[in-house]
């Protein structure tokens, strides 16, 4: 499938653009399970001025979606209308400490976030080395693993509005929940200010070899997957629900319940977004009829049915 094609009429309206404007782009290369159609643009920002430039210039009735490194995403195979934006790390990856916090820009990995906190002696986000995504990802979704949340640790998170305005706001304006903000979804996140505890090398990084071998024992890791595709309901966990399912090991397509850890839903090899997300459908219909609880998706899904 591909779109009509917007570029004609956007580039003249933006000469001053120094990003990289794509159309009809595929997806599937941008996310970790390999699946979905094409972006109608695709849009790859240089730094904060280029990307609030082109929020300034595109039309309103436009959609914009942002997605990072695509570990917590489906896309579906007809792909996605309007503009997606990927913030790359050349303009929006830099992490620096500075006392006991640490700024980072939103493509940053939470991994490298957490290293360059204890790198600098700076307890308390450590938890950022076992999760998969990008600091962009994490306010969005204020990621979490082991027992710790970004909601803990964020002093204040950057980003541009629609109209291409820098906006900040503070950890309460956040309006934290589990997994996820009250924060207009159009807002673009570009950067981050966390603060830790300065603490002792040796024991952060006992604790950050910890969530890494915890994820290696207990994670499918190495497969084509999108990490926890369900949220904990309260008093539950989902894995445990859909276990007692008897959902392990399901599969449609080329898509299958994980057999190590039965939250995540891995991409055999020629799954498609249809595959992956009936797969999801069809556990949490179990679920419901075994035990009564509907599962609530974490994993995020985007874009048009084919």
């Known amino acids: 499938m591909s779109f009509p094609d917007l570029l004609p009429t956007l580039k003249p309206a933006m000469p001053d653009l120094r990003g990289r404007l794509l159309g009809n782009e595929s997806l599937s290369p941008l996310t970790w399970f390999r699946v979905g159609g094409p972006a109608q643009v695709l849009f790859t920002p240089a730094d904060e001025d280029d990307l609030a430039y082109f929020l300034s210039k595109l039309p309103s009735e436009i959609p914009v979606y942002v997605v990072g490194v695509g570990s917590n995403l489906i896309v ?7 503009v997606v934006i990927r913030l790359s790390p050349r303009g929006f990856g830099e992490s ?7 700024r980072a820009g939103t493509a940053a ?3 490298r976030v957490a290293e360059a906190a ?13 999760i998969p995504g990008s600091i962009g990802g994490a306010l969005r979704m204020n990621a979490g693993a082991n027992g710790d949340e970004t909601k803990d640790v964020l002093v204040e998170a950057r980003g541009v509005t629609r109209a291409g305005e820098t906006v900040t706001f503070s950890n309460a304006e956040m309006k934290f929940v589990y997994r996820g903000n009250g924060v207009d979804p159009s807002i673009v996140f570009t950067s981050a200010l966390f603060r ?7 024991k952060i990084r006992t604790r950050m070899n910890e969530v890494q071998t915890h994820r290696e024992i207990a994670q499918p890791i190495r497969e084509k997957t999108g990490g926890s595709t369900f949220k904990n309901p309260p008093g539950h966990s989902a894995w445990k629900l859909i276990d007692a399912a008897g959902c392990r090991g399901l599969r449609i ?4 319940v994980s057999e190590m850890h039965c939250n995540f839903l891995i991409n055999t090899g020629e799954a498609t977004g249809h595959d992956i997300e009936t797969l999801g459908e069809t556990v949490r219909s179990r679920v419901k009829d075994h035990s009564g609880v509907d599962l609530q998706w974490e994993i995020k899904r985007i874009g048009i049915a084919s």
């Open 96 to 102: 620096k400490a500075d006392g006991d916090m640490v």
């Open 196 to 202: 830790g505890a300065i603490a002792d090398a040796e």
């Open 109 to 111: 990995l939470d991994k």
């Open 253 to 256: 397509g080329g898509a299958q």
């Open 76 to 82: 579906r195979d007809g792909g996605m209308a309007g």
């Open 118 to 130: 204890a790198a600098a002696n700076i307890g308390g986000l450590e938890f950022y080395f076992g």
